[in-house]
């Protein structure tokens, strides 16, 4: 099979290109500064030349803060990026698997969201991704688009690298304990969407096109999660952080609203693609003895 990733240096396009050589497809990958994806004619030059079985979209402007102020920034790579991406894709007749996100919500619900619910993003970061969604699934049939939250791994910048850093230097930390979430390890899943690349291509299941969730399964908060992160890393190195202070989202501000839930229900992608999620603590402690092997 032959695989095009775009954002293929970040922590999950890292992940796609080792784990789709190990699989033995032929993987092609490009990022910043080789490819922007909003360049439409390279993007469509790359895709037309390219042959391709179908694209894996891991490319995006994940800064949530910076895209209250990066406005366009984010609107060209997450909204119109995808659009160019999907246009390329049905000229030349290739499937697409385009990874969005949890900010798609507003994370007022109490219980996790499902495909169905009604997207209402309240930042410029949700709102560009809904709409790189939209764009995909109004130009190209045969898509998956996967929703996911809470991505760290051992490719690129993350929560838990971020929090193993400050540990080592601070004696304190103060992590925000009212915003919940599945934290997802990016080798679980660029294992779970070559799998579903896998399923529309060699197996050529058309009846599995459509938007699914995939992350961690169960649920925490970054509080809990910052806890789950040093308990597995004191294993392997000394900190000198003693207390992790629990506090408010209204305590720590941000120039972009976060949600306060953002656990995703992924049913419907377990039963679609025959996979069992591994629960977030048992990926993070996996993740841990990778990074310090």
Not at 110 to 120: A, V
Not at 151 to 174: C, I, P, Q, S, W
Not at 187 to 193: H, K, V
Request: charged share 25%.
């Amino acid at each position: 099979m032959k695989i095009l990733v775009t954002g293929s240096k970040g922590q999950l396009g890292s992940e796609l290109m080792i784990q789709g050589s190990e699989r033995g497809h032929e993987m092609s990958g490009y990022d910043i500064p080789e490819l922007d994806i909003s360049d439409q004619k390279k993007i469509s030059d790359i895709i037309s030349n390219g042959h391709f079985d179908i694209v894996i979209n891991a490319a995006a402007y994940t800064a949530v803060d910076l895209a209250e102020t990066e406005q366009e920034k984010s609107e060209n790579v997450n909204a119109k990026g995808p659009q160019y991406i999907a246009e390329a894709c049905a000229k030349t007749n290739t499937h697409l698997i385009h990874v969005s996100t949890d900010y798609v919500f507003n994370g007022s619900k109490k219980d996790p969201y499902t495909e169905n619910d009604l997207p209402d993003p309240i930042g410029v970061y949700g709102t560009t991704k809904l709409k790189g969604e939209k764009a995909v699934q109004s130009i190209l049939k045969n898509h998956i688009i996967v929703r996911t939250a809470w991505v760290y791994g051992t490719h690129g910048k993350n929560f838990v690298k971020t929090m193993l850093a400050l540990g080592k230097d601070r004696e304190e930390l103060r992590v925000v304990s009212d915003q919940t979430g599945c934290p997802t390890d990016s080798f679980d899943l660029a294992a779970a969407l070559l799998t579903a690349a896998e399923s529309v291509v060699k197996d050529g299941r058309t009846d599995l096109w459509g938007t699914y969730h995939f992350c961690g399964a169960g649920r925490v908060t970054w509080h809990g999660f910052a806890e789950a992160i040093f308990e597995e890393a004191r294993k392997f190195e000394k900190f000198k952080v003693r207390k992790i202070q629990a506090i408010t989202t209204s305590e720590y501000p941000t120039p972009a609203k976060r949600p306060a839930n953002s656990v995703l229900d992924c049913t419907k992608f377990s039963n679609s693609f025959k996979i069992r999620i591994p629960e977030w603590n048992q990926s993070l402690n996996r993740m841990i003895k990778r990074l310090y092997a």
